[in-house]
């Protein structure tokens, strides 16, 4: 059954009795590709921890399916000086990801090993297994940071402004590589981003968030709607 793999309805988040985003509807499909966009301070970072669990809501409900709480969503948080400097190999980076599979057992699995490698390959990072995280580039870091992340899960990826600090190529490389794995590996993909320009090209669906949704639908009708038009400021 085609179900949502996580689901809001009517959905509120905040701190200490005020809510910073407000009833919030919204499902993400298998095969999705589901951008937040927004101005500074209209709740999107709210809403996403929201999304990972990491807040409850004050009012609405969320649903998840079953595999998700299990495993955790693979999450992509935004980079940290301190986390591009995580003295750690690649190999042990991305094999981190299955920490949410295996609770408490003091060692991964063979199988949570393969999946680590697997990952890796899908990701083109396998040739670095032994690097020092901390010396690979902008580019090779996130491509790491991906396969850690669908360790922990194949179905819904959630990325935190993924292209912050990186070049204009490496960017590129990543919106390459995120839509392959949604396109081809059919992982649902949430992204929370300022580049308007190339998500408007990248994704099928768009929420656009001031504390409450302003928009919420496919990109050709987001292009076209007030609100789209507006921020988009004239992109093609």
Known sequence: MNQPLLKCEHVDFGYENYDVVKDVSMEIMPGDYLCIVGENGSGKSTLMKGLLGLLKPTGGTITVIDELKKSGIGYLPQQTPAQKDFPATVEEVVISGCLGKRGNRPFYTQAEKRIAA???????????????????????????????????????????????????STTQDFYHVIRSLNRREHVAVLMVSHDVQNIVTQANKILHLQQTVQFYGPVDEYRNSACGKKFLGGVD
């Open 118 to 168: 697997v990952n890796m390959e899908k990701l083109g990072v396998s040739g670095l297994a032994k690097s020092c995280y901390r010396d690979l580039s902008g580019g090779q870091k996130q491509r790491t940071l991906i396969a850690r992340a669908l360790c922990a899960t194949d179905k819904l990826l959630i990325l935190d402004e993924p292209i912050t600090g990186l070049d204009p």
